[in-house]
């Protein structure tokens, strides 16, 4: 396999990674990845997609699948060939200048914070239905200090929570995918097969109902970026990154469009315990399991715990990437131990001031905040695309043996994703629901990518 220490050109972090550790073995980075593709997305926000799109949901996620795939392999690519905790801002920078990297960096940094915040409350919620008389602040809190404390001491800690994390969800999902296919078959004992009688209204809401339920995958699908991060702090960063790369396709297609066929087999599409108890739940009490129910429950919770753990890691790399290429304040810079462990603690109070502003402000700024990220996972994406067809030009004629991943039949389907990008952005447009989330995300982007210019220009 290529060295990925021979650089085709000086890059904008030639030596910022160095400072890193690089603690994170092979099976932390295997299982990270396969653990990234099944997120609190997932598992919380598909009802609502199922509750638009009904059975159809399963050709809305096959859809935004197909892209993310797409996405995943042209990020594989330039991560596997220029390995750094930056990731998609890093690329940017190097292939369309450092304004670009300014304003993906950023904007995913204020999107995985707030989202630790997000995750925090809905952990809080399920722990809470548990304990009643507890104070789901306390919780919140609980939570925070206990990841942030965990990301603070060694990459190493972050890698066996997540791999931990991971095998259990994988465990959890795939035995849910078995009895799943089991009670379709009618051959699981106690259960009747539904046959075909929950899907014979494929399209219950018509296109808005399916456009609703591809709206509701996109978002479902953030997170897989992770790995790409998390890979400059391995012991073989381009070998983990082609490995997660070449699974993703087989990950998505078990674990996300696999359980929703699963579900909206199993269950009425319109039942009010997939939008209350959340899909896999109502399905595992469909089938009538003694407390399978809430076993799902305390997946869920471990799937919000992983996802606040893998974005307090993934923003604070973020933010540290973006220091270390001079675009941001210093002090978030400041490694010890191998750790940023500034820029650690930046992106843990950023959730905390979520949470805060989720319960003094519930009515303005907090929903404000969160549509102002709304969109922000497709912004990201496109940079990604623009990124890959500008840098594989590049390294086809400087360095072809860095390609140890390549996009399939380039240009034409970095092509079709964006295009595909484009065609997503219209349908927000279109919808009430995710037109504000459009317009204040594309508000944000605007702004940030003028910072980032003016700071190019001063630098100039």
């Known amino acids: 396999m290529p060295s990925s220490t021979t650089e085709v050109e000086s890059p904008p972090q030639a030596d910022a990674d160095a400072t890193l550790s690089h603690g994170l073995k092979q099976r932390h980075l295997s299982m990270i990845a396969l653990g990234g593709v099944i997120g609190a997305g997932l598992f919380v926000g598909s009802g609502a997609g199922i509750a638009a799109a009904g059975p159809s949901i399963v050709v809305a ?11 995943m392999r042209m ?27 300014f304003t993906a960096g950023w904007s995913f940094w204020v999107l995985l914070c707030t989202a630790v915040g997000l995750e925090g409350i809905g952990a809080a919620k399920i722990v809470t239905g548990w304990l009643p008389h507890t104070p789901e602040w306390g ?29 259990l969800k994988v465990g959890a999902i795939s035995l849910f995918l078995v009895l799943g296919v089991l009670a379709i078959a009618g051959v699981l004992p106690g259960t009747s097969t539904p046959g075909t009688s929950n899907l014979t209204e494929f399209l219950p809401n018509g296109s808005e109902g399916l456009i609703v339920g591809v709206l509701a995958s996109i978002f479902a699908y953030g997170g897989l970026e992770t790995v790409t991060i998390a890979a400059a702090e391995s012991q073989d960063p381009v070998r983990g990154v082609a490995s997660a790369v070449r699974t993703a396709m087989w990950r998505i297609a078990l674990f996300y469009i696999g359980s929703m066929a699963v579900i909206v087999t199993l269950v009425p599409w319109d039942s009010k315990d997939v939008v209350e108890k959340g899909p896999y739940v109502a399905a595992l009490d469909h089938l009538g399991i003694p407390g399978a129910g809430q076993l799902m429950n305390v997946v869920v919770l471990v799937a919000l715990l992983s996802a606040m753990n893998a974005n307090i890691y993934g923003s604070s790399r973020i933010a540290y990437s973006l220091v270390e290429r001079g675009q941001g304040p210093k002090v978030l810079g400041r490694v010890s131990g191998g750790v940023p462990r500034t820029a650690v603690l930046a992106s843990s109070v950023f959730g905390f001031v979520c949470v805060v502003l989720s319960y003094w402000r519930p009515d303005d700024v907090f929903p404000w905040l969160l549509n102002m990220i709304g969109a922000v996972i497709l912004v990201v994406w496109i940079f990604i695309a623009v990124s890959q067809l500008r840098l594989r030009a590049r390294l086809n004629r400087q360095a072809p043996e860095k390609l140890v991943v390549r996009m399939w039949a380039f240009p034409w389907l970095t092509w079709v994703a964006l295009t595909a990008m484009a065609a997503i952005f219209v349908l927000m447009a279109r919808e009430p629901g995710t037109r504000v989330q459009l317009y204040s995300t594309g508000g944000m982007t ?12 001063a630098r100039r």
């Open 446 to 457: 605007a702004v940030l990518a003028a910072v980032g210019y003016a700071w190019q220009r």
């Open 75 to 101: 990020l594989g690519e330039m991560s596997a060939a220029y390995p750094s905790s930056g990731s998609f801002s890093a690329h940017a920078e190097r292939a369309i200048g450092p304004w670009a990297g």
């Open 61 to 71: 996620y096959t859809l935004s699948g197909l892209l993310v795939m797409l996405v």
């Open 139 to 167: 919780w919140v809190a609980l939570f925070m200090v206990v990841f942030c404390v965990a990301n603070l001491a060694a990459v190493k800690n972050f890698g066996e929570f997540e791999f931990w994390f991971a095998a």
